[in-house]
């Protein structure tokens, strides 16, 4: 599956942007080309709607925590709505791992995240 964005304007300085499909290694310059168009306006708020996204790698976790360190840089925020189940989980994966290294590759922390996300939706 591939993945497409869409995105827009909701009002001065609030952006949101709607992933849908698969956000992975293979897909995530889409999303990441878009989020860098949207970060030259400096918004204050980056609203990522995740309610189409099927499945994310460690790829688009990274293209996401990119525009919160970009954001943070001026004092906006990142806000993640209608998170699916499974998307849902790898995000507590990633805010429970320690911060010493646990996966030695990254395609070792995607299989990883490959499995638990399979595990939500069965």
Not at 95 to 117: C, H, I, N, W
Request: glycine share 4%.
């Amino acid at each position: 599956m591939n993945l497409s964005v869409t995105s827009k304007q909701k009002m001065d300085g609030v952006y949101m942007l709607s992933p849908s499909g698969r956000l992975d290694t293979s897909t995530f310059p889409i999303l990441e080309e878009r989020v860098d168009r949207i970060l030259q306006e400096k918004p204050h708020t980056l609203v990522f709607d995740m309610e189409m996204l099927d499945y994310i790698s460690s790829m688009g976790v990274r293209v996401i925590a990119k525009a919160q360190k970009a954001m943070k840089s001026y004092n906006g925020k990142v806000v993640l709505l209608n998170l699916q189940p499974q998307i849902q989980k790898v995000f507590d994966i990633i805010k429970a791992l320690p911060s010493q290294q646990v996966f030695s590759t990254m395609g070792e922390l995607d299989d990883y995240l490959d499995r638990m996300q399979r595990q939500v939706t069965g």
